[in-house]
């Protein structure tokens, strides 16, 4: 069974950054894509990004509110994903859930049916 271990969340003021990272265990390498999702209270989940977990693809997806903010890198030799966020903004508080699946776009674009592993998620807080 795939284990994904996040970290990286904590409060920050509105316009901080944080870097989120993802350590899966190593049969992480049999799926395609990796990504970040948010769930906020009382609001569904929400897919915020995705990258390709294979060389030489650089496939992405980003929600519209983290394009232009957001940045997400994978690092295939550590079976490892980072979310870079920058001017963080109250309505990106939320739990920050890392995925596995197949491609970015059956794992990242609703109903999400490729998505096939879940972290237990790191809280992101921007707060005043």
């Known amino acids: 069974q795939v284990q994904l271990v996040e970290s990286g969340g904590g409060l920050v003021q509105p316009g901080g950054s944080l870097r989120l990272s993802c350590v899966a265990s190593?049969?992480?390498?049999?799926?395609?894509?990796m990504g970040w999702f948010r769930q906020a209270p009382g609001k569904e989940r929400e897919a915020v990004a995705c990258?390709?977990?294979?060389?030489?693809?650089?496939?992405?997806y980003y929600s519209d509110s983290a394009k232009g903010r957001f940045s997400i890198s994978v690092d295939t030799a550590n079976n490892a994903v980072h979310l870079q966020m920058d001017s963080l903004e109250p309505e990106d508080t939320g739990a920050y859930h890392c995925?596995?699946?197949?491609?970015?776009?059956?794992?990242?674009?609703?109903?999400?049916?490729?998505?096939?592993?879940w972290g237990k998620g790191t809280l992101v807080t921007v707060s005043s």
């Open positions: 995925a596995l699946g197949t491609t970015v776009q059956a794992m990242c674009s609703f109903p999400w049916i490729g998505m096939r592993s």
């Open positions: 190593a049969a992480s390498r049999a799926f395609s894509s």
């Open positions: 990258i390709s977990s294979f060389d030489g693809d650089d496939s992405t």
